[in-house]
């Protein structure tokens, strides 16, 4: 079977790299903070997941982001071999565009922690330490039921249930190391009649049924094309559509709004976050819980505070908690 590379040197024509600064993007500290769970650290500091229906492994040296794709199984491989998987022949060009488009490598970050850190003394404090944390650009479908499950849950868990998710309904992508990868499942994978019942059965709990029902809302309603159509909508519409599936509330539905829609200004309010505002920042907000108009004012602040890219400002702060945490 293949073995992940240790380091690019190992094999040079198989990696390629794009330049990016440190101060623009830290894989370690973007891969492991809850944007996306298909990403896991299969050498130091070499990040292996699953992006666009590849797989892929990640590293940076200096100002370089070095990356390898791997490609999906041939029939006569997986009979010789049980496990195998070679390097893809997805042209360079493409490649590059795909992960400069999921790491969104076109805005500039440095810039904005710069302003962040003028509006707001708080926020400078804590950037210091965790420079390039960025927000990605994740599939719509992928982001919107993976969302869906981390409702009362921790990162340990859901990228666990997640992995079991696609290891049940999604496409057999290589295997390395004789560790299977697949791809996020289609739509269409997850509004079967016994969706609901093997979810159940893979540990999903009650988000079982919000997961099957919330596909076959979106394949009656809007479909996958409409899903993604969201990312032009207004915040506000997009946020509402969303809201109307079965376990997506305000905060799931930022998230995606976020992580997905190109809603940079979304800033999802979890009662951490809550605290936050109110310790941290003396946000005044009435109540002993955080009630739906809490939620929009604490957004509210947030963006009167950093900008447009508010969402993207609380990404960082969010991050560095986790690790503090940690």
């Not at 292996?48 to 041939?74: A, F, I, K, M």
């Not at 565009?97 to 509006?119: C, E, N, P």
């Not at 599939?139 to 993976?146: A, H, I, N, R, Y």
């Not at 899903?227 to 995606?256: H, I, M, N, S, W």
Request: some cysteine; hydrophobic content about 40%.
């Amino acid at each position: 079977p293949m073995k992940l590379r240790d380091a690019p040197s190992a094999c040079p024509s198989l990696w390629r790299c794009l330049p990016c600064p440190p101060a623009e993007l830290r894989l370690d500290l973007v891969l492991s903070s809850g944007q996306s769970f298909r990403w896991w650290e299969s050498s130091p500091g070499a990040w292996t997941g699953v992006l666009g229906g590849h797989v892929w492994t990640l590293r940076q040296d200096g100002d370089r982001l070095w990356y390898t794709v791997y490609s999906e199984e041939d029939e006569h491989e997986e009979e010789r071999d049980g496990c195998s998987a070679k390097a893809a022949k997805l042209d360079v060009a493409e490649t590059d565009r795909i992960l400069r488009d999921y790491f969104q490598l076109d805005v500039g970050l440095s810039a904005l922690y710069h302003a962040w850190g003028a509006a707001d003394p708080l926020f400078r404090k804590v950037a210091n330490d965790f420079p390039g944390v960025r927000v990605l650009r994740q599939d719509p479908v992928e982001c919107l039921f993976s969302f869906i499950c981390t409702s009362n849950n921790h990162i340990s868990r859901i990228t666990a249930m997640i992995e079991r998710l696609c290891q049940a309904f999604g496409r057999r992508l290589c295997c390395l190391d004789s560790r299977p990868f697949h791809a996020f499942p289609s739509l269409s994978a997850l509004t079967g009649a016994d969706a609901e019942a093997r979810l159940r059965a893979l540990g999903f709990g009650y988000r079982a049924k919000f997961v099957s029902g919330s596909a076959r809302a979106i394949a009656e309603g809007l479909g996958t094309e409409g899903l993604c159509q969201l990312r032009t909508a207004p915040y506000a519409e997009a946020r509402r559509v969303l809201c109307a599936l079965p376990g997506v509330g305000a905060k799931v539905a930022d998230c995606v709004c976020l992580l997905s829609l190109d809603k940079a200004e979304a800033v999802p309010v979890d009662t951490h976050v809550w605290h936050i505002a109110r310790q941290r920042y003396g946000v005044a907000l009435g109540g002993k819980s955080l009630t739906p108009r809490a939620y929009q004012e604490i957004g509210d602040f947030f963006r009167g505070l950093w900008g447009p890219r508010a969402g993207w400002a609380q990404a960082v702060l969010f991050c560095a908690d986790l690790r503090k945490g940690q």
